[in-house]
């Protein structure tokens, strides 16, 4: 066969989609350490769409989500399809479409004094906005429970003495809330505290 016929024919299969996967995400029975070839096969999927960094999507490739199942974050969208073969997203399996909830999941609870408590370790640029255990929305800590600790002075705009903060707790990298006037609320973090002044 003339070689110019077999290159025709070989970039005609790549255009119309035959190179294309399937990757199959399911958040009940997949597994991370499986690869990306094991993960083209829907007995053997993913267990998060965050898996999905460690491959290069290509026009006409398919990221199937299994139905029923929870996906705690989000999936990011990094690589873009054709006009005439999209990558697409989609579903398999039966049951209610599964749920992307663009939360993370916060582990390590413990009890402490009746109450449970875990330590954020997420992106501290993306502060907590809405708590959930399960379905019910939490209510998130604060301190002081109600109104706000008064600044007792200030040595500068970012530097400032508050006595109501004084004790063991250390609030670097902790968001705080600055009242500077009446009608302002200013956000912004703890970059360093010292507990004993």
């Known amino acids: 066969m003339n070689r110019g016929i077999c ?101 390590g609870w413990q009890q402490e004094s009746g109450r449970y408590v875990a330590t954020y370790t997420g992106d501290a640029a993306k502060p907590i906005e809405q708590l959930f255990s399960g379905t019910t929305a939490l209510t998130n800590a604060r301190f002081p429970n109600s109104g706000y600790s008064a600044i007792d002075s200030a040595v500068s705009r970012s530097e400032f003495f508050c006595n109501g903060l004084i004790g063991p707790t250390d609030w670097s990298g902790a968001a705080i809330h600055i009242r500077s006037e009446r009608w302002s609320l200013d956000a912004r973090m703890i970059a360093a505290f010292d507990r004993a002044t």
């Open 7 to 107: 290159a025709g024919i070989i970039a005609l299969l790549a255009v119309s989609g035959v190179f294309s996967a399937t990757y199959y995400i399911s958040s009940s029975s997949g597994d991370d350490g499986r690869t990306a070839a094991q993960a083209q096969n829907q007995s053997t999927p993913w267990q998060t769409p965050g898996k999905l960094s460690t491959v290069t999507l290509v026009p006409g490739d398919q990221v199937l989500l299994k139905r029923g199942d929870t996906f705690p974050g989000g999936i990011v969208v990094n690589q873009s399809g054709s006009a005439g073969s999209p990558i697409t997203y989609g579903t398999y399996g039966s049951g209610n479409r599964p749920i992307v909830t663009g939360a993370a999941a916060i582990s």
